[in-house]
């Protein structure tokens, strides 16, 4: 009809329009990439390791996987596949707080709440309490127990006590992650001791660019509803200096932002429920768009 | 009144029926109806959802002592929904059309309307297991608290073990009265709500929110908004919080107390 070819005509400008309002790094057949930690690394990196994550204890993947790891207060079990295999995936593991009693727990052997351990006697992996360890523990630390503190510290881990009230753990622990990717990590080295070889940058050092990190925040959910919604939060408020990496995980849901504008291709496993194969882990197929 | 939401049956069962057990026997004894283990005293009126769910012996278990057993196939809705429409009809006294198929609870489900007046008894809602497990379905739970806010006058609450959230209307002067009960308490008997809590602009941006009785509170010249500001980890100081907003807003607050452990 004729008032559709008009309606035609205006449709293109408006298209324009909203063109012309987009990000410059947004046009619209940009494309992102959202690709599960959990699918079969093939193109990603062309190591091994993916293959070894029984074997690999604390030792790092090589620098073309960068990922990072945070650890949230969250009750959290030894036996969960997604928090090894996301650990063993990552070159940079920060406990927020109360995260470190909660790998402490589920990792040390022999742990017991009052901060004794029966493992204290060999540091050679009696137990799997030495191959968790992570490079950093940050927040305000009033729910750090101090048991937990002195066996990380003895290890290595760097213990950072930051006390401000206007930020929230997960966003002192993103901070760091920030520190660590972009090199400015080494200004702190000196009060890191033997850790300082193990704080050096993964940035490439013939390009003035970061390396590019993703991060993973496991214990994102249940407890709270109030902190959960402080984890989604971040996912809206780090999403330009992390590129839209950050992935909010529990044992059971995960969660990531979506960049308006372009178009968006997401590989998952898709995991059928009760599936008879029981070696897959990962994301499942039920999914959900949250506005 | 009290619903099951399909497989909501099944951790009912579960939690109160001494010696279930997951193939469906028990250890009550059949024979004596008058109060073997607790699983006689938490029994549902209806069990609705489309019951994919649902085990088949929890199913024969409480239709045995009572309950009605609802199937409702639709796949536009969910089970939540199905459920809060159980409510209404309840409430409203539509829920007699249903009684020739309840047989004995005919008299149970009479409807709480108030038979002198044309107006439905008020009715509140409490959603408990709405949290936890998936993001997806925490979501839907906060869904229907704006979708049904106008049918139950804002009186919808979500519950967990260790949090719930309800809706706040906007354009109100909304009063908040908790026990918010200090973390770590020393009289172990309080449970209940608990003195932290969060403003959460999850609808929509809320463009202007105050706040008293709050240990951060909101003068109305910041809105509320994901990628802007949330209010969350913030803290109940006074007996009455009051908030004032533009915009409908989700209110949370831990849950403290629930279970008696030993350990934290």
């Known amino acids: 009809s004729s008032s559709a070819a008009a309606d035609r005509s205006t449709c293109t400008v408006d298209v324009a329009a909203a063109a012309t309002e987009m990000t410059s790094t947004a046009a619209a057949t940009d494309t992102h ?3 599960s930690p959990f699918l079969p690394q093939q193109q990603e990196d062309n190591d091994t390791s993916s ?12 620098p073309s996987v960068q990922s990072a790891l945070i650890i949230l207060n969250s009750p959290m079990q030894t036996s969960s596949r997604i ?43 009696v137990g799997s309490g030495t191959k968790y360890i992570p490079d950093l523990i940050k927040g305000d630390l009033d729910s750090l127990r101090p048991e937990v503190s002195s066996y990380y510290e003895s290890l290595g881990t760097t213990i950072e006590r930051d006390p401000c009230q206007d930020t929230n753990d997960l966003d002192k622990a993103l901070q ?19 850790r300082e070889s193990k704080s050096k940058s993964r940035r490439d050092e013939s390009s003035a660019l970061p390396a590019v990190m993703n991060v993973y925040v496991y214990g994102a959910f249940g407890g709270r509803f109030d902190q959960e919604m402080a984890s989604i939060q971040a996912l809206y408020r780090w999403a ?6 950050l992935t909010l995980y529990s044992d059971e849901t995960c969660s990531f932002l979506l960049p308006a504008g372009v178009r968006n291709e997401i590989r998952l496993p898709a995991i059928p429920e ?13 999914c959900g768009l949250i506005p």
Do not use: M
């Not at 029984?54 to 090589?62: I, Q, T």
């Not at 992650?177 to 000196?190: E, H, I, K, P």
């Open 33 to 35: 990439c959202y690709t």
């Open 51 to 62: 293959n070894n994550d029984n074997d690999n204890d604390n030792d790092k993947p090589p």
């Open 83 to 125: 928090f090894q295999h996301l650990w063993n995936r990552s070159s940079y593991r920060i406990c927020a707080d109360g995260g470190a009693n909660r790998l402490y727990d589920a990792t040390t052997v022999g742990s017991r709440r009052d901060g004794t351990s029966s493992s204290t006697g060999n540091s050679n992996g």
């Open 176 to 194: 760091s992650v920030v520190l660590y990717r972009d090199g400015d990590g080494n200004v702190l080295d000196s009060s890191r001791g033997r």
């Open 240 to 245: 330009d200096e992390f590129s839209h990496g």
């Open 274 to 286: 009760r599936s008879a194969d029981c070696t897959q882990y990962g994301e499942g197929c039920t």
